[in-house]
């Protein structure tokens, strides 16, 4: 798996952006939103359930990340076809405002290294890239368990005070001082 240090690897992929039919589509890659952070979360599988509570909070909270300069990117290994279905069909996803990407080959979950060794699907992955395209924070869930946004969101504060931030600190509190 990858890990911090590392650089995100080169991808490009469909994903869905828009309902707006003809609009729906749109390829994208890692030099797509040149210049912000990203933040890369992958779910197992569309049509389930746990995921679409993970999706719909990143969605509920998708101006915190843009008031970061933070641009969200979901990720499954479902077609984008059936990632625009699920949108059209699920109340939770249907305005969510970032892009869908479908890594149908596995290629960018292989990658990363966050495949599950028995499904095969991407494991509840979480990471978190500086502008410059390297991995600061990963985090990884198993199948059954969901992530925190807020742990999500308090990580990125964390490090883009490149500062020392002691356990449990959150935006506005004194980082650590040597």
């Not at 569309?46 to 843009?66: H, M, S, W």
């Not at 504060?157 to 980082?175: F, I, M, R, S, V």
């Given at each position: 798996?990858?890990?911090?240090?590392?650089?995100?690897?080169?991808?490009?992929?469909?994903?869905?952006?828009?309902?707006?039919?003809?609009?729906?589509?749109?390829?994208?890659?890692?030099?797509?939103?040149?210049?912000?952070?990203?933040?890369?979360f992958l779910w197992p599988m569309?049509?389930?359930?746990?995921?679409?509570?993970?999706?719909?909070?990143?969605?509920?909270?998708?101006?915190?990340?843009?008031?970061?300069?933070?641009?969200?990117?979901?990720?499954?290994?479902?077609?984008?076809?059936?990632?625009?279905?699920?949108?059209?069909?699920?109340?939770?996803?249907?305005?969510?405002?970032?892009?869908?990407?479908?890594d149908t080959k596995r290629e960018?979950?292989?990658?990363?290294?966050?495949?599950?060794?028995?499904?095969?699907?991407?494991?509840?992955?979480?990471?978190?890239?500086?502008?410059?395209?390297?991995?600061?924070?990963?985090?990884?869930?198993?199948?059954?368990?969901?992530?925190?946004?807020?742990?999500?969101?308090?990580?990125?504060?964390?490090?883009?005070?490149?500062?020392?931030?002691?356990?449990?600190?959150?935006?506005?509190?004194?980082?650590?001082?040597?």
């Amino acid at each position: 798996m990858l890990t911090v240090g590392d650089h995100l690897p080169t991808f490009e992929l469909q994903a869905v952006t828009s309902l707006e039919k003809g609009q729906e589509f749109q390829t994208l890659t890692q030099e797509s939103y040149a210049g912000k952070w990203k933040v890369l979360f992958l779910w197992p599988m569309d049509f389930t359930f746990v995921c679409p509570t993970e999706i719909a909070a990143f969605g509920k909270r998708n101006a915190d990340f843009q008031d970061r300069d933070a641009q969200v990117l979901g990720a499954s290994t479902d077609t984008h076809f059936v990632h625009l279905a699920w949108r059209n069909n699920h109340a939770d996803l249907k305005d969510l405002p970032f892009p869908m990407l479908a890594d149908t080959k596995r290629e960018l979950s292989q990658a990363l290294g966050v495949l599950h060794k028995e499904a095969g699907v991407p494991l509840r992955a979480t990471f978190v890239v500086d502008p410059q395209g390297v991995i600061r924070h990963v985090s990884v869930n198993d199948l059954s368990v969901g992530r925190s946004v807020d742990e999500v969101l308090r990580v990125l504060d964390a490090l883009q005070t490149d500062e020392l931030c002691p356990c449990n600190w959150k935006k506005g509190e004194d980082t650590l001082h040597v």
